[in-house]
C-alpha cells in the first residue's frame, strides 16, 4: 500500500473511529454504573460495548494504516477531557452535558472527571508520534540480486532471506 493511500484510509479512520469510541465508553461505562447503582447488576450488553470500543481503541493505537488517526483521536480525547478540569478550575460551564441522554451523560462524567478521557487522548497523541508509523514500509523494490553469486553459498534454510538495509544491524546479515 502506498504512503498517500495509507495516510487517506488514516484521515478516514481518524475521522469515523473516535467518535464511534467515545460513544462506545461513554455508554458502556454510563450502563455499567447505572445498572450496578440501581439494581446491584452487571449489564452484558454494556460489557461487550465496551469489548467493540477497546478494539477499536486498540486499532487505533497499533495500526500500520497512518498515524493520522491517531492523531485526530488523539486531539478530540485530548480536548473533551481537559474540559472538565477547565470547568472546575474557572467556575465557567463549557460542557453541555444537557444534551446528553443519561445514560451516556452519567458515562462521560465518570471518564471525563477522572482523567480516563486526558489519559486515553495522550495516549493515542504520544502512539502517532513514532517515526516509524509515518514511514512506509522499508521494502526495496530493487531488482533481486541472486544469493549465491553475491555472496558465494546457498542461503542457509532456517533464516529469512536478506532483504535489504534494515537487516545490516543483525551480525548473521552485516557485508563481509
Known amino acids: 500500500m502506498s504512503n498517500g493511500a495509507r495516510h487517506a484510509l488514516g484521515v478516514v479512520a481518524g475521522l469515523l473511529l473516535p467518535p464511534l469510541v467515545a460513544a462506545g465508553l461513554w455508554y458502556g461505562v454510563g450502563d455499567l454504573t447505572l445498572r450496578a447503582q440501581q439494581s446491584f447488576q452487571i449489564s452484558w450488553v454494556a460489557v461487550g460495548v465496551l469489548a467493540v470500543t477497546a478494539i477499536l481503541l486498540a486499532f487505533l493505537t497499533g495500526s500500520r494504516l497512518s498515524p493520522v488517526a491517531s492523531l485526530f483521536g488523539g ?11 477547565v470547568e472546575t478550575q474557572t467556575g465557567l460551564r463549557l460542557l453541555p452535558l444537557d444534551l446528553l ?5 452519567t458515562g462521560f462524567t465518570s471518564v471525563a472527571y477522572t482523567g480516563l478521557q486526558a489519559v486515553l487522548g495522550v495516549t493515542l497523541l504520544v502512539v502517532s508520534l513514532f517515526p516509524t508509523r509515518w514511514r512506509g514500509s522499508a521494502r526495496d523494490y530493487a531488482e533481486p540480486v541472486e544469493y549465491e553469486a553475491a555472496y558465494g553459498h546457498p542461503p542457509a534454510p532456517y533464516l529469512p532471506p536478506h532483504s535489504g538495509p534494515e537487516d545490516t544491524t543483525r551480525p548473521m546479515y552485516r557485508e563481509r
Open 101 to 105: 441522554p443519561p445514560v451516556v451523560r
Open 75 to 85: 486531539l478530540a480525547f485530548a480536548a473533551a477531557g481537559v474540559l472538565p478540569f
